[in-house]
């Protein structure tokens, strides 16, 4: 069965330091979509991408977060300078197009701690 | 705007009796309904979506959950639970209309079943 492919899956940095998180979504997928999942709290969307463009970065901090999806397939988001309070679950997740309900299929995250 | 509420922080129950982990709703217009499970460490995974027709939907390992138009409600529901499904559970909405496909989560329910 395919599946979202994450890594790391597990970083530790210090603040002021710079992280980057690497998505590869199922094959085929249009739609790719970042998430933040702090400890006891459902995930909150970052950004969405229908294949290479944003459609929605609205709650993305764009003072120190980026992301990017070059050739509309796989995804690197990006932190520059990490502070404690992004330590959290990023999570991707891709579904085959944006307008139909589609469920979305996510990958096994990747835990930030930040010291 | 979209919310979705999940009153119960924590569900116990013991094996083999019924499971049920409650989900209300706001949405503008007409929602679209999903429910993902989470274990520890891994990424969510679905388990069932509403969209549209029977208000009764069956999912995966067993779980069904109906919508209640009156009640904004989405109960998850299982007839006899087994201890491996003690996980986090998630209920998610998105408004049919809406312009961003944006799904919003509730905060989650820990469910523990006990042997």
């Known amino acids: 069965e395919a599946e979202v492919a994450q890594s790391p899956r597990y970083k530790i940095t210090e603040k002021s330091q710079a992280v980057a998180f690497w998505c590869d979504p199922i094959s085929g997928h249009a739609t790719l979509y970042w998430y933040r999942q702090i400890l006891g709290q459902g995930p909150e969307l970052l950004v969405q991408?229908?294949?290479?463009?944003?459609?929605?970065d609205s709650q993305l901090p764009k003072d120190r977060f980026s992301a990017e999806r070059l050739k509309g397939v796989d995804s690197t988001l990006k932190i520059q300078p990490a502070e404690l309070g992004d330590s959290a679950m990023y999570l991707c997740?891709?579904?085959?197009?944006?307008?139909?309900?589609?469920?979305?299929?996510f990958g096994p995250g990747t835990r930030l701690t930040v010291t | 705007a979209q919310s979705v509420a999940q009153p119960e922080d924590q569900v116990n129950v013991a094996e083999g009796n019924p499971l049920t982990v409650k989900c209300t709703y706001s949405?503008?217009?007409?929602?679209?309904l999903f429910w993902y499970v989470q274990y520890p460490n891994r990424g969510l995974q679905f388990l069932l979506k509403y969209i549209t027709g029977d208000n009764l939907v069956k999912g995966s390992y067993g779980f069904e959950a109906e919508f209640n138009k009156s009640q904004t409600s989405f109960h998850l529901k299982k007839p006899s639970a087994l201890v491996s499904d003690s996980a986090l559970y998630f209920c998610a909405v998105r408004e049919t209309l809406s312009n961003d496909y944006k799904l919003s989560f509730g905060a989650g329910t820990t469910v523990t079943v006990r042997a």
């Open positions: 949405v503008s217009g007409n929602p679209y």
């Open positions: 997740a891709s579904s085959p197009q944006r307008g139909i309900p589609y469920e979305q299929y």
């Open positions: 991408f229908q294949d290479e463009s944003v459609v929605d």
